[in-house]
């Protein structure tokens, strides 16, 4: 298997000296070591260099005019990106998360800060949606994927509606557009005035007026551009339409290859038509954008929206995987792009593990501290609960500096189970447990119900998880039933470790290397994530969730 530290050879020469001075800016411990090289060897090529916000999290903009993606670190897959004014708003794929669709705003597209979750009760899996505005109000376009903890949906997709008068909120209950067996809605307004939802597979259906039904049948209306049959990709998989209007033409944009398997899979595709009913012409130079080799930075890169950025220019707002920390999940990418004479439009980002120019010079605190003191309910923002139904959040409470969860089940798998998102590739989680009733609890770094490791204790003993199941080696931790937990993740190395008082910290005799947590172990599009859980019957109490970011 190819090392993790394939990027580092790659990546740009010459941007460690160029950014290592900046405030806040911080280099990996490979690129510290680089220098310690002897005179007459060469030297690698110094690896990207982020700066540091809350946390010591790693942000895009370097403070210099220019940004080093992602632009949003960690899981934020399938981004939907609206322009309103001199505003943008981006949500993305919340799958299994409950709340779900957290909406970010941005005024420059590189600094991005929470507004708040838009789906307070999902009703399924939640797939790519979009964001719309029409007649001053807001719409998402949702598709619910039929899971097990699932109210009894009538297909294994099915669209649903939710709207706004504010991207705040507050935002409707959703509402069933009646249309099964598709994904990744893709709203437009056409040359007629009518409103049209795109789906995957070249289908489309009218909307009524008000966007909140269907006027007509499904039907097919284009094919995407087809890549030829030797290229290595995971599946065809035509998705992810995203649609504009610029200059006389409609513009389709289209992902194809698959969104995970291999590197050079999953592809930007663009089309464009006079008429909303088509005839569609293929860009004569797709795709758009592709990953070619696996010694790049950034892998199967697709899924994009365009939109005008702050100075007029043109920009691709998506997704793909960190080489080397698939663990990580797809994380959100800018890159600009330039319209031709012809009226089609080229990516112009070049090498993405380079800095690139920021789109404006204004700028905002990015991101949110992962660090909870549990004052506040900050579920949707920071906290989701994981693949259970919006009344499972009846077993969430929060108060007196306290996150209570009431326990079921036998274990990580089907408890009760609460993550959050991180985008850094070395962190440090710590907390404070404690037991209440016949339960176990404890921490976790959590990929889905299949996969995970941590640790729980039960009052009498510890277990150790590693690989979705408790490990063959447990640890000989103390029985109690209040225990600090500490996870480190360094560069996918996971330790972890325990104290009764909080000071004194024991490391546990087995470490896991976590490289192989990802999707294409598990077919599942998610990613490796802090994680607090209970199992049993009574309730497991956390206070002072601390995340560090680490050198």
């Not at 009524?208 to 030797?230: I, K, N």
């Not at 209570?404 to 989680?429: F, H, I, W």
């Not at 937990?485 to 005799?509: A, C, E, P």
Request: aromatic fraction near 12%; glycine fraction near 12%.
């Amino acid at each position: 298997m190819e090392s993790r530290r394939t990027l580092i050879k790659l990546a740009a020469a010459g941007v460690l000296g160029s950014i290592a001075g900046l405030p806040g800016s911080r280099a990996s411990a490979s690129a510290k070591s680089a220098g310690a090289c002897s005179a007459g060897k060469s030297k690698p090529a110094a690896p990207p260099v982020w700066r540091t916000g809350i946390e010591g999290q790693r942000i895009a903009d370097l403070g210099d005019g220019r940004y080093l993606n992602p632009i949003l670190s960690g899981d934020y897959a399938d981004p939907s990106v609206l322009k309103d004014g001199d505003d943008y708003y981006m949500t993305h794929s919340s799958f299994d998360s409950a709340p779900g669709l957290l909406i970010w705003h941005s005024r420059d597209l590189v600094n991005w800060r929470p507004v708040g979750p838009a789906l307070a009760k999902p009703l399924g899996t939640v797939f790519a949606v979009d964001i719309a505005k029409h007649d001053g109000r807001y719409f998402i376009y949702i598709p619910f994927m039929k899971a097990p903890w699932s109210p009894d949906l009538p297909s294994f997709a099915n669209t649903y509606v939710i709207h706004a008068p504010s991207m705040a909120g507050p935002w409707s209950d959703p509402i069933d557009l009646k249309v099964g067996g598709l994904i990744d809605p893709g709203h437009v307004v056409g040359e007629d005035g009518h409103r049209y939802l795109f789906f995957n597979d070249g289908k489309r259906v009218r909307l009524t007026a008000d966007g909140l039904a269907t006027a007509g049948p499904v039907e097919t209306v284009y094919e995407a551009w087809r890549y030829p049959d030797d290229w290595i990709t995971e599946a065809w998989s035509p998705e992810g339409p995203k649609l504009f209007r610029k200059g006389g033409y409609f513009y389709l944009v289209n992902a194809v290859g698959g969104t995970s398997g291999p590197a050079t899979g999953h592809m930007i595709v663009a089309a464009r038509s006079r008429s909303i009913n088509g005839p569609w012409e293929n860009c004569p130079h797709n795709p758009i954008q592709r990953t070619l080799s696996k010694d790049e930075m950034w892998w199967s890169r697709g899924h994009a929206t365009c939109v005008e950025g702050p100075s007029g220019k043109w920009y691709m707002i998506y997704h793909g995987y960190e080489n080397g920390y698939h663990t990580l999940g797809r994380q959100t990418l800018l890159e600009p792009i330039e319209w031709t004479a012809d009226g089609w439009f080229r990516a112009t980002g070049g090498d993405l593990s380079k800095p690139l120019p920021k789109p404006a010079a204004a700028a905002e605190v990015h991101g949110m501290p992962h660090s909870d003191a549990f004052e506040n309910d900050r579920f949707g923002t920071l906290w989701s609960l994981y693949g259970s139904t919006p009344a499972e959040k009846a077993r969430i409470a929060v108060a007196d500096r306290t996150l209570s969860l009431k326990a079921k089940g036998t274990g990580p798998s089907n408890g009760v189970v609460v993550t959050q998102q991180v985008g850094d590739r070395a962190y440090e989680v710590t907390v404070d447990v404690e037991l209440q009733g016949q339960v176990t609890g404890g921490l976790l770094l959590f990929f889905d119900d299949r996969l995970y490791l941590g640790m729980g204790i039960d009052g009498t003993r510890m277990t150790s998880y590693r690989g979705g199941k408790a490990s063959y080696w447990p640890e000989p931790a103390p029985p109690a039933r209040r225990m600090f937990m500490r996870i480190t993740n360094r560069d996918q190395v996971v330790t972890f470790y325990y104290s009764l008082d909080g000071k004194n910290w024991t490391r546990h005799g087995v470490r896991s290397e976590v490289t192989g947590y990802n999707a294409n172990t598990v077919d599942n599009l998610l990613s490796l994530r802090p994680a607090l859980f209970g199992s049993g019957d009574g309730r497991v109490l956390f206070r002072n969730f601390q995340y560090r970011a680490l050198e």
